[in-house]
């Protein structure tokens, strides 16, 4: 069965030091993967997406890797601020037909920054 | 731009009583997708519309769920018969037409039904 597995520990990170997410996936091959960030009692909101022929992306202070021989996806946040304090989500197209943007989630990493 | 708008917020509904939701999209998306989510959970895909056509349907949407998305703007999301099993929160997203579109999402509907 597909699987997206996401460290279900909350990280707790010193203000400043870089945050590492990862994102493992079992029988899916992406075209592309998602990264969301989200809030308590809102709606997740979309940080980065890094297509199968990308090895990394950047974005201000956040990066995302995939290596899809490892089937992996690592999320890093340098440089952490308390306002980063968040549960980030990866998500997966499970590339089927007709699916795009049918969207699969992990359960999401918590992130917590303090100062 | 607005964003995407879910109403109500909050709902609270008696075991046995029908809910209807509403979501309305970004006015130049032309899909729409329903996900619902528990504690501790990611989102989990319900079902999406192109315009007003419905493409899927998860496995997880039983026959007392029905989604509308009449003229291809607003959606409906209607739970018939509640169960304590449904309460969760109900997300809408919108995307562009293209295989990549991140999705923009409302900030939910929550249902507790006692």
């Known amino acids: 069965s597909q699987k997206i597995e996401q460290n279900s520990e909350a990280l707790n990170i010193q203000e400043g030091k870089t945050a590492t997410l990862t994102c493992n996936y079992t029988n899916y091959s992406p075209a592309y993967l998602q990264w969301y960030r989200q809030d308590p009692g809102r709606g997740p909101v979309f940080l980065l997406l890094i297509r199968e022929n990308e090895k990394e992306k950047r974005k201000e202070r956040l990066k995302v890797t995939f290596d899809t021989t490892l089937k992996q996806s690592l999320f890093h946040i340098t440089a952490s601020q308390p306002a980063d304090s968040a549960t980030y989500l990866c998500a997966l197209d499970p590339r089927t037909t007709d699916s795009w943007g049918k969207l699969q989630f992990g359960a999401g990493t918590q992130v917590v920054v303090t100062p | 731009d607005t964003g995407v708008s879910q109403n109500p917020r909050h709902k609270i509904t008696k075991r046995g009583q029908n809910v209807t939701f509403r979501c309305d999209p970004i006015s130049e998306h032309n899909r729409l997708y329903w996900y619902r989510q528990t504690l501790g959970q990611g989102p989990e895909f319900l079902t999406y519309?192109?315009?007003?056509?419905?493409?899927?349907k998860s496995r997880l949407l039983s026959d007392r769920f029905s989604a509308e998305r009449p003229k291809g703007s607003f959606s409906t999301l209607e739970i018939q018969r509640t169960e304590q099993g449904d309460s969760a929160m109900y997300l809408c997203?919108?995307?562009?037409?293209?295989?990549?579109?991140?999705?923009?999402f409302g900030n939910g509907t929550r249902l507790t039904v006692t």
């Open positions: 519309f192109q315009n007003e056509a419905q493409l899927e």
């Open positions: 997203a919108s995307s562009m037409d293209r295989g990549n579109s991140p999705l923009h």
